[in-house]
């Protein structure tokens, strides 16, 4: 897919908000779907031959749970970071997110200035917030009838 240059707004709780430029790589929920269902495929698979490795109940909770988390991990990433310039609304420090991290459109980002957790809510391409416009949300967050920017459903 194409890199998108991306606006985005860094919020903290009665520190105010500072402006955010990222260049991201949207993924499709069929790309993320695809991804996470071959983890997880593969996760079953070798839990079983796991069980021959001695301690033997240990190694197939192990890779059970490292699957889990790697599909997780994969299903959530709505955007992989390509190059992000943002600071922290509180006290200025630059944060920073690795190139390839997977994100989602809010995301809580850590400061290591002040130990906080500003959140980052991009912009859609015409400027807005992301869950911003006819069906609620804006400042307060999105509207009792707008669907999680998650992906959870559908």
């Given at each position: 897919?194409?890199?998108?240059?991306?606006?985005?707004?860094?919020?903290?709780?009665?520190?105010?908000?500072?402006?955010?430029?990222?260049?991201?790589?949207?993924?499709?929920?069929?790309?993320?779907?695809?991804?996470a269902g071959a983890i997880l495929l593969f996760t079953l698979a070798v839990a079983p031959a796991a069980f021959l490795v001695p301690p033997h109940f240990?190694?197939?909770?192990v890779v059970l749970a490292a699957g889990l988390y790697l599909v997780r991990r994969e299903w959530a990433g709505e955007y992989v970071v390509r190059s992000?310039?943002?600071?922290?609304?509180?006290?200025?420090?630059?944060?920073?997110?690795?190139?390839?991290?997977?994100?989602?459109?809010?995301?809580?980002?850590?400061?290591?200035?002040?130990?906080?957790?500003?959140?980052?809510?991009?912009?859609?391409?015409?400027?807005?917030?992301?869950?911003?416009?006819?069906?609620?949300?804006?400042?307060?967050?999105?509207?009792?009838?707008?669907?999680?920017?998650?992906?959870?459903?559908?």
């Amino acid at each position: 897919m194409a890199v998108e240059h991306r606006t985005g707004r860094l919020t903290l709780p009665a520190s105010g908000v500072a402006e955010a430029s990222l260049e991201v790589e949207p993924r499709s929920r069929g790309e993320r779907r695809l991804r996470a269902g071959a983890i997880l495929l593969f996760t079953l698979a070798v839990a079983p031959a796991a069980f021959l490795v001695p301690p033997h109940f240990l190694w197939p909770l192990v890779v059970l749970a490292a699957g889990l988390y790697l599909v997780r991990r994969e299903w959530a990433g709505e955007y992989v970071v390509r190059s992000f310039e943002g600071s922290c609304p509180r006290c200025g420090e630059r944060l920073s997110v690795e190139a390839g991290a997977r994100i989602r459109a809010r995301q809580r980002l850590e400061c290591y200035g002040c130990h906080r957790e500003p959140q980052l809510r991009l912009d859609d391409p015409a400027g807005a917030p992301v869950g911003a416009g006819a069906r609620g949300g804006g400042a307060n967050g999105p509207g009792p009838d707008s669907r999680s920017v998650h992906g959870d459903r559908g």
